[in-house]
């Protein structure tokens, strides 16, 4: 299949060098700016370009692997070419597409990219949705090309997955990095914690979150979390994340126990 990237992001970065390792041509990589648009069509084959004028319709799918809020923006420069036309966003619903042609779907990787660093593709998620039943199989065959996880995922579900995977990836992260700066400000590494997440992270791999909980919200320890409460009383902030989230932990595992 001749495939046109339309970014050149971690999304675009990744998914057009899977698909050229699968076999597709790449035809053209568009970003606004020319250097991260040449140094991606080197990789993939293709030709760079960072000019509206320059995208050809000699091509069989547009990628939009562009910021959410500038979807519905860009993909009137698209429509009239009349070729499949799919944006890679969890929370943009394919309507966006709709609004401008009926040849629309969604190809949405599950997974967080970075530039440098390689990802597995075959394992990475990949969510599927087709204005109409001959372009979600097609996306469909597309999707197994490159990955072993294809699920076909409609736009209210794939905006719960979105808002879920910020929660598990994303806040967890930024809560990676207020460990660290625990750490740090008592002349300590984050070095010392990477057991300590990379145990927790393999045990949902078999387990249901709640049921590998550990830590002294869940064990009700009040006396500990109020000697940690007092450590960040000068960090308010952190004390009501704290609170929140021990509160949570609490509420969480009072209900699935059956206590009131």
């Known amino acids: 299949m ?32 020319m250097h991260n648009a040449a140094l991606l069509a080197y990789h993939v084959g293709a030709e760079a370009i960072d000019s509206l004028q320059e995208i050809t319709g000699d091509t069989d799918l547009f990628i939009v692997a562009i910021k959410d809020d500038a979807i519905a923006e860009f993909v009137p420069h698209l429509s009239s070419f009349n070729k ?3 944006h890679t966003s969890g929370a943009v619903e394919l309507q966006q597409l709709l609004d401008f042609i009926s040849n629309a779907g969604v190809f949405y990787p599950l997974q967080t990219f970075s530039k440098t660093k390689e990802v597995n593709f075959r394992e990475v998620p990949l969510c599927i949705e087709g204005a109409d039943e001959s372009i979600a199989k097609m996306l469909e065959h597309l999707a197994r090309d490159i990955s072993n996880n294809v699920y076909r995922v409609n736009s209210a579900q794939r905006k719960v997955l979105h808002l879920a995977a910020v929660f598990a990836c994303n806040f967890t992260n930024h809560l990676y990095s207020v460990g660290e700066q625990l750490l740090s400000g008592s002349g ?54 704290y609170t929140r989230l021990s509160q949570d932990i609490i509420k969480n595992h009072n209900t699935r126990h059956g206590d009131k």
Do not use: W
């Not at 339309?6 to 568009?30: D, E, F, M, P, W």
């Not at 002294?216 to 009501?240: C, F, I, S």
């Open 188 to 241: 300590m590494s984050f070095d010392m914690l990477r057991p300590l997440i990379a145990e927790t992270a393999d045990k949902i791999k078999e387990h249901r979150p709640a049921d590998v909980q550990t830590g002294p919200a869940v064990r009700n320890d009040d006396l500990t979390m109020q000697a940690h409460l007092q450590m960040l009383k000068k960090q308010p902030d952190l004390q009501e994340i």
């Open 84 to 86: 499949l036309i799919v």
């Open 2 to 33: 001749r495939i046109t990237i339309i970014g050149s992001g971690n999304v675009a970065t990744h998914l057009s060098a899977a698909l050229k390792n699968a076999g597709h041509r790449i035809v053209q990589v568009y970003s606004r700016n």
